[in-house]
């Protein structure tokens, strides 16, 4: 049987429970997408006895009631008083989660049904969905007094964002009012926003309720790898008759220190960073450090350092503060979770300070000292909330500014003041354009996840980047690039960008995973991984747990049909709004949806408290996207776990790096995955790879000249996945 096509199999939903992007716009109408009454939230009280913290996280998160988890004896009376058949009758419940749809109390009958023959039947499926139970919430004062007992109960609720809970939850005032609360966290729980706090009017988007219209500023790849842009500078958000108008404004960040400052504790590993061999090349490196005084940083520097919690230095913060801070241009490759962006951050805020900084204030035409690239709008917006945290209490500003959000709030942001501007390329291009950032001061040029922005994805819109009118020459600024992988053809990408004398830090088993991830791959055709999944998530309980999948359609598609399990789960991929995006995020951190089912637009960078487990539903195509994926637990020396299903059918090519990326990380090695890895790469395969130390090597010591780039410039290694329908900012 061919692939599965995910719209082939489903069938017009009998009822909404979750309703998929791409069936929104049926479902959603009316400026708020709201078509049913909603049921007044209960608001949560700071009484509680929860920490402050805690509240905050949960008061950013306050959301419609949900039905919870409670005795069974209740939620089967509750649905006996509210369960009628048919769509659209019955209770709403305002929450959160899945924008524009809605979770309607009712008995479902049958809500997606495949034609494949391995799927429950649809009885079996109605079963769980018309005894939904409803995750606890947060707010419920019930789940407040005892452990949070939601445990999967459907994921109830699939408001647009915000101000789909009661009148008086925090989001009610969203419509246009500033709230109180937010939802899209940094690593933990602050929000986005721009500048150092600046309030301003949140407006809500206006949700047009429409479906899966993707911001103007999405990229979209074309299969010729070609960027197709719709970028807001090209007449998209500024007047143009093409499709509405982005128009979010994300809530502004916490100003509050407990929250610019909230951080998770080190795990138990992460002393062991330091038996790490790092290996540096490259001309006269300068020495490592061992220590943040021998950094010699301001003080306000190291009182914030110490604020975030940070009294030991990573390896790659030990190799690359001293290089950075030497003027050098960097390539830096460590494992994930291991501290990559304080690496960049503290050095240029340092140097930024020694040379007393003009403060940055208001004036049509900003020019940042320093500019940060990365690939997605969540990582973009969490890179400008460290930045925000090391910076507080300095002349400093830090802005950010990614798709997905309205261009005049984000030319409002810059114009008031833009030391270090943190973009995603295509909002960057737009607001360059706009001729409101200037780049004649720009000192420091930062690409995080840099191989993802070096290849066939971002390349074109870097090599512009550096094309810029004003734009400081390699030889005239400096160059930063980090990344957990650098696959050597982009490597030699990256020379383009860096001065010649660059230096090369490789820490560990870089390009490899995490030895803090124990790995298990389990062979699971297409047609079982279903049940596969709830099974073991049924195992995991409430951990947090993030499944990736390969496209967005199935994205929904899963994330719907775990909360007809009962699975209180929630989505994130480029076909949500990005208001959605962050409300899921939101939803996420804070444990209200314990399981976020994803594209590969969550497998770099996110730094998510808590996340103990990472399925791979569907293995990605390149072993790269695999070890970012995995990364996203096992972080800071914490422990984590990723289970990835491998289907014989689709996977195969993947074998050989996974036997290489496990057996490199001192994981069990499943003897049917070297079996396939051999028979797919025949004698040349060798299954330990433990020889080679660094999965990734500086290409200069190596490089025979003969490139195996194809026409676009680009190894073919390094195109997009094909199959991956993500689009990017
Ligand atoms: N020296 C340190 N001491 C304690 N915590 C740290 C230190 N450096 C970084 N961290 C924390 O470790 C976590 C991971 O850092 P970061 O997100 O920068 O990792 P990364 O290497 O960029 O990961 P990825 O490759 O996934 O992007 C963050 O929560 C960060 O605050």
Redesign the pocket.
């Known amino acids: 049987m061919g692939d599965e096509d995910w719209e082939a199999e489903i069938i017009k939903p009998h009822i909404s429970s979750y309703v998929p992007v791409f069936e929104k716009d049926r479902y959603s109408s009316g400026a708020n997408g709201d078509t049913f009454n909603r049921t007044p939230a209960s608001s949560s009280e700071m009484g509680d006895g929860s920490s402050r913290r805690d509240h905050f996280m949960r008061s950013g998160f306050a959301s419609g009631r949900s039905l919870g988890n409670r005795d069974p004896g209740e939620s089967n009376k509750r649905e006996n008083t509210s369960t009628v058949g048919g769509f659209g009758v019955g209770k709403s419940f305002g929450n959160r989660g899945f924008s524009n749809n809605k979770f309607e109390e009712g008995d479902s009958s049958g809500f997606w049904r495949e034609s494949s023959i391995d799927c429950e039947d649809n009885q079996t499926r109605n079963r769980g969905f018309s005894k939904r139970g409803g995750y606890q919430d947060g707010n419920d004062s019930e789940a407040l007094g005892s452990s949070r007992r939601g445990g999967r109960g459907s994921f109830r609720g699939c408001r647009g964002g915000f101000g789909r809970g009661s009148p008086n939850s925090d989001y009610e005032q969203d419509e246009g009012t500033q709230r109180s609360g937010g939802i899209f966290g940094s ?1 933990r729980s602050a929000l986005s926003g721009a500048g150092n706090g600046d309030t301003f009017q949140s407006r809500s988007g206006g949700g047009s309720g429409r479906g899966g219209y993707k911001g103007l500023n999405e990229e979209v790849i074309t299969g010729s790898g070609k960027n197709s842009w719709k970028s807001e500078a090209e007449g998209g958000e500024s007047g143009d008759t093409q499709g509405p108008k982005v128009t979010y404004i994300p809530p502004p960040p916490p100003e509050d220190e407990d929250s610019i400052f909230a ?2 504790q ?1 795990g138990i590993n992460f002393d062991k960073y330091d038996t790490i061999l790092v290996e540096v090349s490259g001309h006269d490196p300068p020495p490592a450090i061992l220590t943040f005084e021998e950094a010699n940083l301001c003080q306000t520097l190291n009182n914030n350092i110490a604020k ?7 390896p ?2 030990k190799y690359s503060i001293p290089i950075i801070q030497g003027g050098r241009d960097l390539m830096a490759c ?1 494992q ?7 690496a960049f951050l503290l050095p240029i805020l340092a140097h930024m300070m020694r040379d007393g900084i003009t403060a940055s204030r208001f004036k049509e035409l900003q020019e940042p000292e320093c500019i940060i690239v990365a690939p997605t709008r969540e990582l973009i917006n969490q890179i400008y909330l460290e930045a925000r945290k090391f910076s507080f209490g300095t002349c400093v500003r830090a802005v950010v500014t990614y798709g997905g959000t309205q261009l005049g709030h984000s030319i409002r942001q810059i114009v008031q003041g833009c030391n270090i501007l943190c973009a995603t390329p295509g909002r960057l291009m737009d607001v360059i354009g706009k001729e409101k950032i200037g780049l004649r001061q720009v000192k420091y040029l930062v690409l995080d ?1 840099a191989d993802r922005m070096l290849d066939m994805g971002f390349g074109p819109e870097m090599k512009k980047l550096i094309s810029c009118p004003g734009m400081p020459s390699k030889e005239q600024r400096q160059t930063l690039m980090f990344s ?1 992988t650098f696959p050597e053809e982009i490597q030699r990408l990256a020379g383009e960008f860096l001065k010649s004398n660059y230096l090369f830090v490789a820490v560990g088993q870089v390009g490899g995973a995490c030895r803090d991830v124990q790995q298990t791959i389990l062979q699971v055709g297409q047609y079982s991984k279903r049940e596969k999944l709830v099974e073991i998530l049924r195992n995991i309980g409430d951990e947090r747990t993030m499944v990736f999948v390969e496209t967005k359609k199935k994205a929904d598609f899963i994330a719907t049909f775990l909360c007809q399990e009962k699975i209180s789960t929630t989505s994130i991929h480029g076909d949500r709004e990005q208001r959605e995006r962050e409300q899921a995020l939101g939803d996420f951190r804070c444990g209200k949806c314990p399981v976020l089912v994803a594209t590969s637009v969550a497998a ?2 996110l ?1 998510i408290e808590n996340v103990q487990h990472v399925i791979n539903f569907d293995l990605p195509s390149t072993i790269d996207e695999y070890v ?1 994926r995995i ?1 996203r637990t096992g ?2 020396g914490n422990t984590g776990r990723a289970i990835s299903f491998f289907d014989l059918e689709s996977d195969s090519q993947l074998a050989q790096p996974l036997v290489k990326v496990l057996s490199d990380a001192q994981q069990d090695v499943p003897a049917w995955l070297e079996e396939i890895a051999f028979s797919t790469y025949g004698p040349g395969f060798s299954g330990n790879a433990r020889g080679n130390v660094f999965a990734s090597v500086d290409t200069r010591k190596n490089y025979h000249g003969k490139s195996s780039l194809n026409t676009a410039g680009f190894s073919s290694t390094q195109a997009p996945n094909p199959v991956d329908d993500e689009s990017w900012d």
Request: hydrophobic letters at 20%; aromatic letters at 6%; a positive charge.
């Open positions: 690593r951080h998770y080190t975030a919690g940070y009294t030991k230095l990573t790659v913060q460590a994930t979770g291991s501290g990559k962006t304080a996840e957990a770099r960078g730094d970012h990364g972080r800071c």
